[in-house]
C-alpha cells in the first residue's frame, strides 16, 4: 500500500462511526472511572475523626494505633497516599482490613461469588418473567382489547414494583421458611437456599421490565411491517417472534441493564435478611466496624460493576441497532 493511499484510509476509519463510537465510550469509562476511583479515595479522608481510632476502640493502646496507621499510610501527605493509592489498585492491591488485618481483596475474592450467583440468577429469572408476561399481554390485549386483563396486569406489576426488596424479602421468609418451611430462610447451601434471596430479588424488576416489555411490544406491532408479515399470512411464532420481539428489545435491553446494577445493589439489604455471605453483608458488616478500607474496595468493586454493566448494555445497543451509534455521532 503507497503512502497516499494509507493516509486517506488512516482519516476514513477514524471518521467510522464505530471508531467515533469506541471512541466516546472508552472516554466516559476513563472518565467515570477516575471519578470513582477518587471518590473511593476521599471516602475514608472525610469521615471525621480518626478511622483506626474508631475502628479499633478508644481503649486500643496508641502504640497500635500509630502502628496501624503507619501501615495504613495515613500519616502521609494527602497527594502521597492518592498516587500510592493508585499504584496499589492497579498492582492488584486493595489496602488491609483495619479490623482483621487481612488484604481487603482477598475479604473481596472470598465474599464475591456468593453475590455474583444471587444477582446473575435473579437477572436470568427476571429475564425469564419479563419478556413472556411482557408480549403475552401485548398480544392479548392490543387493540383495546380484555380491558379487565390489562387493568389487572398494570394494577398487579405497578404494586410488586412498589415494594422495596427487603420486605418483599422479609415477606417470603415469613410465608415460605417460617410457615411453610419450604426453604431456609439463612446462609448459603443447597439450591433450595438460593430460592428465597433471588426471588425477592427479581419479583419487583420482573414487574416493571413485564410492563415496559409490554409497551414496546404494542409500540411495534402497530408498524406496518408487522402488518405487512400479517398479510404474507405468516405464522404467529414468526410475526411475533421474529420481527416484532427483536425490534421491541432495544428499549428492554437498556432498561434490563439499568435492572442489573440496581440488583446488584439491592443484594446489600437482600443479604442481610437471608444472612447472605455476599459483599452485600460484608459491607454492612464494615460499615458498623468501622472497617473503612473494607468499605472502601466493596464500593469500589460495586462501581467497577456498574460500569462494566453500562458498557455492555451500550455494546450490545449498538450491535442490535446499529443506527443508534450514528445517531449519537
Excluded: C
Excluded at 478511622?51 to 494527602?78: C, D, W, Y
Excluded at 427476571?126 to 390489562?150: C, D, K, L, N, Y
Excluded at 400479517?230 to 434490563?256: D, F
Amino acid at each position: 500500500m503507497s503512502v497516499a493511499t494509507a493516509s486517506g484510509v488512516v482519516p476514513g476509519v477514524m471518521r467510522s462511526p464505530w471508531v467515533a463510537f469506541a471512541m466516546r465510550r472508552l472516554w466516559r469509562i476513563l472518565i467515570s472511572f477516575w471519578v470513582l476511583l477518587t471518590a473511593t479515595f476521599l471516602m475514608i479522608h472525610l469521615i471525621p475523626g480518626d478511622p483506626v481510632r474508631s475502628a479499633l476502640g478508644f481503649n486500643a493502646p496508641i502504640e497500635v494505633v500509630k502502628s496501624r496507621q503507619q501501615a495504613l499510610g495515613l500519616n502521609e501527605p494527602l497527594w502521597l497516599q492518592y498516587l500510592h493509592y493508585v499504584q496499589n489498585l492497579f498492582s492488584g492491591h486493595l489496602g488491609v482490613s483495619i479490623a482483621t488485618n487481612q488484604p481487603v481483596s482477598q475479604v473481596i475474592g472470598d465474599r464475591l461469588p456468593a453475590t455474583l450467583e444471587v444477582s446473575v440468577l435473579a437477572f436470568v429469572l427476571v429475564v425469564a418473567i419479563a419478556i413472556p408476561i411482557g408480549v403475552f399481554m401485548a398480544v392479548t390485549t392490543r387493540g383495546g382489547q380484555r380491558r379487565s386483563r390489562e387493568l389487572t396486569f398494570t394494577s398487579t406489576s405497578v404494586l410488586l414494583a412498589t415494594i422495596p426488596e427487603f420486605l418483599t424479602a422479609v415477606a417470603l421468609v415469613y410465608v415460605f421458611g417460617v410457615q411453610l418451611r419450604w426453604f431456609p430462610v439463612a446462609g448459603r447451601g443447597d439450591a433450595g437456599s438460593y430460592v428465597l434471596p433471588v426471588v425477592s430479588l427479581a419479583i419487583g424488576p420482573a414487574a416493571v421490565l413485564a410492563r415496559i416489555v409490554r409497551v414496546e411490544m404494542l409500540t411495534v406491532l402497530g408498524n406496518d411491517f408487522i402488518r405487512t408479515a400479517r398479510a404474507k399470512r405468516l405464522p404467529a411464532r414468526l410475526v411475533y417472534g421474529r420481527h416484532a420481539l427483536p425490534n421491541a428489545l432495544t428499549a428492554t435491553l437498556t432498561i434490563g441493564g439499568m435492572m442489573l446494577t440496581g440488583l446488584i445493589a439491592g443484594t446489600v439489604l437482600v443479604e442481610n435478611v437471608f444472612a447472605w455471605p455476599g459483599l452485600g453483608s460484608m459491607i454492612v458488616q464494615s460499615i458498623l466496624g468501622k472497617d473503612y478500607p473494607v468499605v472502601q474496595g466493596i464500593v469500589l468493586v460495586y462501581g467497577v460493576g456498574v460500569l462494566l454493566v453500562n458498557l455492555i448494555v451500550d455494546v450490545s445497543l449498538a450491535l442490535l441497532d446499529p443506527r443508534s451509534a450514528i445517531r449519537e455521532n
